[in-house]
Every structure is written in C-alpha cells, then in structure tokens.
C-alpha cells in the first residue's frame, strides 16, 4: 500500500475524511502523540486497523469524540464523576472507560461491555471529527509494542506502507500519552498515568 502524507490545510482534512469514509486506516496528529485510526463504525476498518498496527485482537480501540454531546451515541450509564472529569479535563489528555452501547462493533470493544474514550485537545483531529461526523476508532500510531511517535517522521518510520493517509501537523504539543481512568466500578480506578495525575482526577470529583 502507497502511504499519501499531506498537510493540514482544509482540503487535506477533506481527503483524510474521504479516506476515512472508505474504510481506510489514518494517522494523524493529536494533543498527546500521533493516532492512526478508522470510522469505528466500519467494522472491516477496524479490523484494518489492527493489521496495520499489528495489535493483539484482544486489545481493545478506543474512541475519539468531537464534544461531550457525543458520548450517549457510545455509553451508558455514565455516573456523575464522568461529568465532573469531562467537565474539567475535555478536551484533554483523559480516556474514561465507560460501559459501551450495542451500536458499537464488538471489533471496536474486542467483545467487551465497555468502551474507552476520549476528546482530543487538537485542531486537526477535531476537524476530522466534526467532518467526519463519527467516532474515530484511535489508538497511538505505532506497531504494536513499539514507542508512540510524537512527530509525522516517527510514524512514517513505523507505519509508511501499511496505512492510507498520514497527516503531517507537525511535532505534538504533549508528547506523552493521556491518563486512563475505569468508571465502571464504584471507585474511580488509574489504570495508566499520563499527563493528568491521580491527585488531579481527585480534586476533580470531590
């Protein structure tokens, strides 16, 4: 597969969302690193986008939301400490997982009840959102065990040739990946600390 790179103008987000709507894999620029990507609502996209990565299939995607009005199309039962966070750290480097609703491919989930996700604090990824009008199935734009690239140049080096689009927006502003939380259960629970602190999820739902 050609891998095409292109810039961050308007017709290059419109070429991205077009890759997208056919059931391509991206990769694009975010607040933390790099994301590759597919429609999460194409199943046989998805699936594409493990290939590319090479990710266990037990691994499951998260999503990427354009805003907060979003989140009823792939959760339920949100409990009030997601509103308090999403309040406080949306757009931002913070994934809830959430317990998911049937719309979701089982491919997204890897078969589970919850999903991950997240709204991302970056221009460019927010314009394909709202083009795009869907939740992006996303995850760092890397192979599977190797280093999440903060720089087009890092996911040309792992991914040229196994995606459709690479969107070059230049270095990312954060640079590390984004805290994970688990709202699933009573109390909140850390499962990977990124650029949000355990303090700071704390303060937030007091």
Same mark, same amino acid.
């Given at each position: &597969?050609?891998?095409?790179?292109? !810039?961050?103008?308007p ?11 056919r059931?391509?894999v991206?990769?694009? +620029? ?6 590759v990507?597919?429609?999460? &609502?194409?199943?046989?996209? @998805?699936?594409?986008l493990?290939?590319?990565?090479q ?19 792939? $959760? ?7 509103? $308090? ?6 757009? =931002? $480097?913070?994934? &809830? /997982?959430?317990?998911r609703?049937?719309?979701? +491919?089982?491919?997204?989930t ?7 996700v997240?709204i ?12 795009? *009008? ?6 760092? $734009? *890397?192979?599977? !065990?190797?280093?999440? +690239? ?12 196994? /995606? ?15 805290? /994970? ?8 629970? @850390?499962?990977?600390? =990124? ?12």
């Amino acid at each position: &597969m050609d891998t095409i790179r292109t !810039g961050t103008q308007p017709e290059d987000i419109r070429r991205a969302v077009e890759s997208l709507q056919r059931g391509q894999v991206i990769a694009f +620029p975010t607040d933390t690193v790099y994301g590759v990507g597919a429609h999460a &609502m194409q199943p046989k996209a @998805v699936e594409q986008l493990y290939v590319a990565k090479q990710r266990p299939r037990d691994k499951a995607i998260p999503l990427l939301l354009p805003d907060l009005d979003a989140l009823v199309q792939v $959760a339920v039962s949100v409990p009030d400490a997601a509103y $308090a966070l999403a309040e406080r750290f949306w757009p =931002g $480097a913070l994934t &809830m /997982i959430l317990r998911r609703t049937p719309q979701i +491919p089982d491919v997204v989930t890897a078969g589970g009840e919850t999903v991950a996700v997240r709204i991302p604090d970056h221009p460019v990824t927010q314009a394909l959102l709202v083009a795009l *009008n869907a939740p992006l199935a996303a995850t760092s $734009a *890397n192979l599977s !065990g190797q280093p999440a +690239p903060d720089t087009a140049d890092g996911v040309w080096e792992q991914l040229a040739g196994r /995606i459709g689009l690479l969107v070059d927006g230049g270095t990312c502003p954060g640079g590390v990946a984004s805290t /994970i939380v688990d709202l699933t259960t009573p109390a909140l629970k @850390v499962l990977r600390l =990124g650029g949000i602190s355990e303090q700071q999820l704390l303060d937030a739902i007091k």
